[in-house]
């Protein structure tokens, strides 16, 4: 049978392309003539994980990834789906931990840990699916705080450098010079003829002349306290005291007044009295002011002839 020249090409070209398709599976790592399991999982973030990544199991590699896609329903979330070529059976609640291979490279590929679940997975099913950040999650809030602090550096800096403007230095300096001037006057207040000095040394003269006096001091106060226990003994206190008794007996008598005892207490709390003694001046004052006009009413006095004006009065 003759085979057509269409025909070897198009053989060539399959085989090609299969051989294509198998180099570059091979290269990937994946064995296309190998039956494999596939699973899922779901992740926030694979932190730049490929299609190409590798799957371990206690550091064996036991599959590959095969591909990523954002979830259909909910945009945020990443499905991986990963073929394992050995038969291993996935106990539940395992997990499916992305990882860093190399810290240079920063390459990222997938750790099986699996729990200790007695249940078991089947192919198809879906892994709960980890991130670790390995040494990047002790570095990334380093890398924070530090930026932070270089943050914060930068605005001491520009506070800095606001303040110290041009007006700012030159009230620094003009400070700075009157510090230098007051500190070059109290040097001159401690030398030998300064006034501070001089002010310390009468000090320590009044001092040496009190200490001195000490004794004539002593004796002053001796006395003024003698002078205190003579003016105590004195007369000035019975004094005081029949001061004091005097006070009392006017507070009683007025007391009494008040309450309207004795003549004083009846004339200010009764008026009855009040009026005859007004009445009785008044009529006093008419008695004695017809003696005055008419003597004669009430006098009959004569040297002569005074006995026979009686007689004839008879």
């Known amino acids: 049978m003759k085979i057509s020249k269409e ?18 599976n091979f290269l990937k790592g994946i064995n296309i003539f190998k039956s494999v399991d596939e699973y899922y999982a779901v992740y926030n973030n694979i932190e730049g994980l490929l299609e190409s990544g590798v799957v371990y199991l206690n550091g064996y590699k036991v599959g590959n990834v095969r591909s990523i896609h954002f979830h259909s329903k909910d945009p945020v979330k990443i499905i991986v789906r990963f073929a394992l070529e050995e038969k291993i059976k996935i106990p539940e609640n395992s997990v499916a931990l ?18 200790d679940n007695r249940e078991f997975v089947s192919p ?34 520009y506070i800095i450098k606001s303040l110290f403007n041009k007006t700012t230095r030159a009230n ?29 040394d009468n000090l ?27 003016l105590a003994k004195s007369e000035i206190k019975a004094a005081i005291n029949n001061t004091n008794k005097t006070m009392a007996e006017t507070s009683e008598i007025l007391e009494k007044i008040n309450s309207g005892q004795g003549t004083a207490g009846m004339l200010v709390h009764n008026d009855t009295l009040y009026h005859n003694l007004k009445n009785a001046s008044a009529n006093l004052d008419i008695l004695i002011r017809d003696l005055k006009e008419h003597p004669k009413k009430y006098v009959h006095f004569s040297i002569f002839g005074g006995r026979n004006e009686s007689k004839k009065s008879r």
Do not use: C
């Open 124 to 157: 198809g099913d879906t892994l709960i699916g980890k991130l670790d950040k390995g040494i990047s999650g002790f570095i990334e809030p380093i890398k924070y705080q530090a930026e932070e602090t270089l943050a914060n550096i930068d605005s001491v800096l």
């Open 7 to 24: 025909a070897k090409i198009g053989i060539i070209a399959l085989i090609t392309l299969i051989a294509f398709f198998w180099g570059l």
């Open 98 to 115: 992305i990882i860093s291979s190399s810290m240079i490279s920063g390459v990222k590929d997938i750790n099986l840990v699996l729990s």
């Open 204 to 230: 320590a003269k009044l001092t040496s002349d009190l200490r001195n006096k000490s004794k004539e001091l002593t004796s002053i106060l001796v006395d003024f306290s003698s002078f205190s226990d003579s």
């Open 172 to 200: 620094l300096q003009h400070s700075i010079a009157n510090l230098d001037s007051i500190t070059t006057s109290f040097n001159g207040s401690l030398s030998e003829n300064g006034s501070l000095t001089k002010s310390l």
